[in-house]
């Protein structure tokens, strides 16, 4: 497996150091061929340090306590090609953690760590093959959309499980044999889409026949009371039988 591969070429240079002042303080690196092997395996780290050799060609920060691989942590380092994050407390990995190494980087170790999703631009143009194994996933389309574009590793492709996910049937299963057995976790997200919309509707649709059914029992009760009002109105009769009486007095007068 790829920690194997990474063994074997730490055995091989071991021995070979780089001079103290071309090595991050809490790391210890060797040189092989004008290029460097940056050991920083359990020393503690909480974050990527900022201050590794521009010829790194393998850098090992497995089994320390960072939670969070920003945007560039690897700027400038052309070289790349092996990088382990195993066994770290990683939550969050920014969109554009690995620009600048797509092109050289041929392996990527993310497994043991606390990643439950990542954006779909994470990867982009990553052609490492990649360990993403025994990390507390939750499947719904953009992990789907993530992994299309990825070089799983083969030997650990069966332990990218889904801790959680849009359907809890699919809880504790393997991420691919869920995508093999041919659910689209995008169709869930789409049918989500819709129900929501159409609940939204609905609830607009509910809003306007309540107002329409009290507009029109306003108007009724308003229309009610305007003609109980004209009924106690004098009759046109009896107001042009008064207005004679009061001709005829006024004649006598």
């Known amino acids: 497996g790829t920690r194997n591969f990474l063994s074997l070429i730490w055995s091989l240079l071991f021995g070979m150091s780089v001079p103290a002042m071309a090595c991050p303080v809490s790391c210890h690196c060797i040189e092989r061929n004008g290029l460097t092997v940056v050991q920083c395996t359990s020393r503690n780290l909480d974050k990527i340090p900022s201050d590794l050799p521009k010829d790194t060609v393998v850098l090992l920060l497995s089994s320390n306590q960072i939670t969070h691989i920003p945007n560039h942590a690897f700027r400038g380092l052309h070289y790349l090609q092996e990088l382990d994050l195993s066994n ?6 920014d969109a554009g953690a690995f620009q600048g190494v797509s092109d050289s980087l041929l392996l990527l170790d ?3 760590n606390h990643i439950q999703a990542v954006p779909k631009d994470a990867f982009a143009q990553l ?5 993403l194994s025994n990390n507390p996933w939750h499947c719904e389309c953009s992990l789907q959309e993530v992994l299309r574009e990825l070089r799983l590793d083969p030997d650990t492709v069966n332990h990218v499980m889904c801790d959680s996910a849009v359907q809890d049937q699919y809880a504790g299963k393997p991420v691919i044999q869920v995508l093999d057995s041919g659910i689209n976790f995008c169709n869930f997200h789409h049918k989500t889409t819709d129900v929501a919309m159409f609940v939204t509707m609905f609830g607009w649709f509910t809003m306007v026949i309540a107002y329409v059914i009290y507009y029109v029992r306003h108007n009724q009760e308003d229309a009610r009371r305007h003609l109980e009002y004209l009924k106690s109105l004098p009759s046109s009769s009896q107001t042009s039988h008064t207005s004679k009486d009061l001709d005829t007095i006024s004649t006598v007068l």
């Open 88 to 93: 770290n407390a990683i939550e969050t990995v």
């Open 110 to 112: 993310l497994s043991n």
């Open 127 to 131: 052609h490492a093959k990649i360990s």
